[in-house]
């Protein structure tokens, strides 16, 4: 079998022809195994690249992944475990990765979020609102309120609210993707705020996030996931459309907005991928 990297993984790659030619379950020992190459990698990158080879070659690897991941000493080692256990949809390890939500390294946090998110573990909604309240990691933030929002936990709205004011203005906008997901048309207010914004993309963000609530255009629209390019008429539009509307929009009866300014929604689509 050719090698299609400079690094040398005998194990994946026994493994790997052995269930090429033969219809053999992976070895009980495989686990330990696995992980005794993943330590003696020289470093995260090649760790990395190992157990992606491994989760690439055997969707139903799951067990040996959740095996390096509870045994392992290696924080690095753990959390790109963990990162490939979300990837192959793991069920199994739902206990260890709604614990693994307290672990002291913000990587072992966020990508164990992440992971029960990638799952469809709605059970673990509570869990994720709990660690998210005193959460100051802002990758952790990010990754927590992509795994709420692909939970679709709208009653984390609130405390996701609470986390917008995160100094990172890409923090920032994750949350604000989430809040536009998971909220309600009352939330005209809380994306109103953000227009005025010092940071351009999140100003933008905000106004994309207000149009699709009130019905109109300001000419400020997503490429992919991410904004096209920064267009300041479109921000300003929707400053001057708040400065007109924004006493229509204060809590009335019950918090409720007008009902002649009931809006549309246009959901943003999930945030990309990256890693913490």
């Known amino acids: 079998m050719p090698e299609t990297t400079s690094h040398k993984w005998p194990f994946v790659t026994l493994l790997l022809l052995g269930c090429l030619f033969s219809n053999r379950v992976i070895a009980d020992d495989s686990g330990a195994n696995l992980l005794a190459e993943v330590q003696s990698a020289q470093d995260r990158a090649q760790k990395e690249a190992i157990l992606s080879e491994f989760a690439g070659h055997f969707p139903n690897g799951g067990s040996e992944l959740l095996y390096i991941a509870r045994t392992t000493h290696d924080d690095d080692t753990e959390w790109l475990a963990i990162r490939q256990i979300g990837t192959l949809k793991y069920r199994a390890a739902e206990p260890f990765l709604t614990q693994a939500l307290h672990s002291q390294s913000h990587y072992v946090r966020g990508n164990a979020a992440r992971a029960l998110g990638d799952l469809g573990d709605v059970a673990a909604v509570p869990d994720l609102m709990q660690i998210l309240g ?3 990691d802002s990758g952790v933030i990010e990754q927590t309120s992509l795994a709420l929002r692909m939970l679709h936990a709208h009653e984390a709205v609130p405390l996701l609210k609470t986390k917008a004011s995160n100094p990172s203005p890409q923090t920032c906008m994750w949350v604000l993707q989430a809040v536009d997901e998971l909220g309600s048309k009352a939330d005209v207010p809380f994306f109103a705020s953000f227009l005025f914004d010092k940071n351009e993309a999140v100003a933008e963000l905000a106004a994309i996030a207000l149009q699709g609530r009130v019905g109109q255009d300001f000419g400020v629209h997503r490429c ?7 267009q300041v008429g479109g921000v300003k539009e929707a400053q001057a459309w708040w400065a007109i509307h924004k006493q229509d929009w204060k ?6 907005p007008r009902a002649a300014l009931l809006p549309r929604r246009y959901p943003l689509p999930l945030a990309g991928d990256k890693p913490l």
């Not at 996931?225 to 920064?230: D, E, H, M």
């Not at 809590?251 to 409720?256: D, E, I, M, V, Y």
């Open 134 to 136: 005193p959460e100051q």
């Open 224 to 230: 992919g996931n991410g904004p096209c390019n920064y």
């Open 251 to 256: 809590q009335l009866s019950g918090g409720k």
